[in-house]
């Protein structure tokens, strides 16, 4: 599994939703399923399947799919 | 009781801050006879090292200042890191023991002194229950347990800004009991009255006969009878409670 494969399953496991819904456009509280509990779990989803620790500001920032990308990238993360 | 409620520290992690202070060594106790593995945060190093002689691999000293942002950090990272590495069980309890009490009247409280409190009493645990509770919501469970006090609760003359700093680590328990819950955290805290420890020990014996008669209970309490009640906060026994403020003062009247 590549990282971005990684990704959407690990969005895919933190908020309930199959996979081919984990788009770059998918977005913080646009949908039921992503709520402030739910961001909550995908944080802690990203940080275990990743091996990071983020930070707060990060954890803020990260209001979609795509940013999301942006912000693992700092944490030496790469997507293809 | 059954072998499960007794089992579950087990194969679990506690960091416990302030852990070389006198509550903080008994919580510390406490929890490794129960058969969890302790992070053992505090500055005294050296008093962490002779914790760890006495309890051996059950207890992983951690030196850091509860007060400096990105020490907590690493601090965090550094527990993390010792639990991918299989040294120690997965984070299951974090107790917010470290903490700090200024006995000062109003009008010779400097702003600094309140900012030490605020920053000891309450920033500090804020802190890190913000950490904790995304390496426990990994795996959708976890207890935190706050040291609060009955002066947050009951008040007292000349200790507006420890009271103050404790009420809002209060405040924090309560709300993040409700914020929580889905992940599975339960929050609660244990509000000790007038407990025999290096903090108190400064009491003359008059001031000290002050308290203890408007303690039903006639004594100080022990830093082992706090720990208990942190031990039955963490465990599973206390696994329907969450919100709750636990008195340990004896019945403390003002």
């Known amino acids: 599994m590549d990282t971005q494969q990684q990704l959407q399953q690990a969005f895919s496991d933190a908020l ?34 990743f091996d990071v620790m983020l930070d707060t500001d990060d954890i803020i920032d ?19 | 009781m059954s072998a499960s409620l007794n089992t579950v520290l087990q194969s679990a992690s506690v960091l416990i801050t302030g852990a070389s202070g006198g509550i903080g060594q008994a919580i510390v ?14 500055r005294n190093e050296e008093a962490l090292g002779a914790m760890q002689e006495t309890f051996g691999k059950a207890l992983r000293p951690l030196v850091y200042d509860v007060t400096d942002e990105h020490a907590v950090k690493d601090t965090f990272r550094q527990l993390q890191r010792q639990v991918s590495d299989g040294l120690a069980p997965p984070l299951f309890g974090l ?7 200024l006995e000062s009247p ?19 645990p804020y802190q890190h229950m913000q950490l904790a509770s995304r390496l426990m919501s990994r795996l959708r469970r976890g207890s935190i347990v706050n040291i609060v006090s009955q002066v947050s609760e009951q008040g007292s003359k000349g200790m507006s800004a420890y009271a ?12 993040l009991a409700k914020e929580l819950a889905p992940v599975g955290i339960r929050v609660n805290a244990v509000a000790p009255g007038f407990i025999d420890t290096p903090l108190t020990e400064h009491y003359e014996n008059e001031a000290r006969q ?21 031990l039955y906060l963490l465990s599973e026994q206390a696994g329907y409670t969450t919100g709750h403020v636990l008195p340990v003062d004896g019945h403390f009247c003002p």
């Open chain 1, 16 to 49: 309930g939703l199959p996979p081919e819904k984990v788009t770059d456009g998918l977005t913080y509280n646009t949908i039921p399923e992503w709520d402030s509990t739910a961001h909550m779990v995908l944080i802690a989803e990203l940080e275990n399947v």
């Open chain 1, 62 to 80: 990260m209001s979609s799919v795509a940013q999301a990308k942006l912000i693992l990238q700092k944490y030496d993360v790469s997507f293809a």
């Open chain 2, 29 to 42: 106790a406490a929890c490794i006879e129960r058969g969890a593995t302790v992070f053992a945060g505090g």
């Open chain 2, 95 to 101: 107790v917010n023991n470290a903490g700090v009490m």
């Open chain 2, 106 to 124: 109003l009008s010779v409280t400097s702003m600094d002194k309140l900012k030490q409190q605020l920053n000891i009493n309450f920033l500090a």
């Open chain 2, 164 to 175: 103050a700093s404790k009420a809002a680590l209060t405040g924090a328990t309560k709300s």
């Open chain 2, 210 to 230: 002050k308290v203890l008669q408007r303690t039903v209970l006639q004594r100080a309490g022990t830093a082992r009878e706090v720990a208990d009640a942190v």
